[in-house]
C-alpha cells in the first residue's frame, strides 16, 4: 500500500493544527517552504514546522525549494523535521547538503524537478533515504500531473533494484484516484498530495481512497 503525504499548503493557513486533525491517516505531513527565488512563491518556514511539531505527532515531511538550502538544515533539523527535501537543481553543494542532513540524525532526501534528468542524481543515491520525484513545476500546488513522471520513476525504480539500495520513492505533483496506482505500479512508496486531499469535505477519506487504490 503507498504511503500518503498530505500537503499543507492546501491546507488553511489560518488554521493548520485543524487541519491536520483531519488527516490522522497520513503517514507524513508534507510541508512546503517556498522562498520566492528558487521558485516564484513564498510559503511556510521554520516557525510552521516548529509550532507543527509541537501539535502533531505525525512525521513532518519537509520540502525545501529555497536557494543554497544548507543556510537553513540545521534550524529546520532543531525545529522538528523528519525527513528534509533538497533540490539538486539548488545548490553547488548538494552532497553537502544531504551530508548535513544525515549528520542531522533525520531522513536525507533529493529533489528532482520535471526538467532534470536522473543522471543529475544518480551518484548521491548510495547517500539518500528517499528520492522525491516532481510531477509538477514547483511552486504552486493544485496544477496538472505531468505523466513524464512515471517513466523517470519507473528507471528510477530499475535503478534501485539493480543496485541493491534501499531508498524510498516519493513523488509531488496533480496526484489523484485517477494516477495513484500507475505511480504505485512505477516504484512510488509515497504520494504527495495537496488540492485532492485539502480541497475536500472529507481529507480524512481522500487520503484512505488513495492507499484503497493501492492495496
Ligand atoms: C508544489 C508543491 C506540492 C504541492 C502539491 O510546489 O511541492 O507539494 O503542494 O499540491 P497538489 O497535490 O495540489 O499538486
Ligand atoms: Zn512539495
Avoid: C, W
Amino acid at each position: 500500500m503507498i504511503k500518503v503525504a498530505p500537503s499543507i499548503l492546501s491546507a488553511d493557513a489560518a488554521n493548520l493544527v485543524a487541519d491536520v486533525k483531519k488527516v490522522s491517516g497520513a503517514d507524513y505531513l508534507h510541508v512546503d517552504v517556498m522562498d520566492g527565488q528558487f521558485v516564484p512563491n513564498l510559503s511556510f518556514g521554520i516557525a510552521t514546522v516548529r509550532d507543527l511539531a509541537k501539535n502533531t505527532k505525525t512525521k513532518l515531511d519537509v520540502h525545501m525549494m529555497v536557494a543554497e538550502p544548507e543556510r537553513f538544515i540545521s534550524d529546520f533539523i532543531e525545529a522538528g523535521a523528519s525527513v528534509i527535501g533538497v533540490h539538486v537543481e539548488s545548490t553547488n553543494h548538494i552532497a553537502r547538503a544531504i551530508q548535513m542532513i544525515k549528520d542531522g540524525g533525520i531522513r536525507a532526501e533529493v529533489v528532482v524537478n520535471p526538467g532534470t534528468p536522473l543522471t543529475a542524481l544518480e551518484d548521491l543515491l548510495p547517500m539518500v533515504d528517499q528520492v522525491l520525484v516532481m510531477s509538477v513545476n514547483p511552486g504552486f500546488g493544485g496544477q496538472k500531473f505531468l505523466p513524464m513522471a512515471i517513466d523517470k520513476v519507473q528507471r528510477l525504480s530499475n535503478l534501485r533494484q539493480a543496485r541493491g539500495l534501499e531508498f524510498d520513492i516519493e513523488i509531488d505533483g496533480g496526484i489523484s484516484e485517477e494516477n495513484v496506482k500507475d505511480v504505485y505500479d512505477a516504484g512510488v512508496d509515497i504520494a504527495v498530495a495537496g488540492s485532492y486531499v485539502f480541497n475536500s469535505k472529507d481529507p480524512e477519506s481522500q487520503v484512505e481512497k488513495l492507499k484503497g487504490l493501492t492495496k
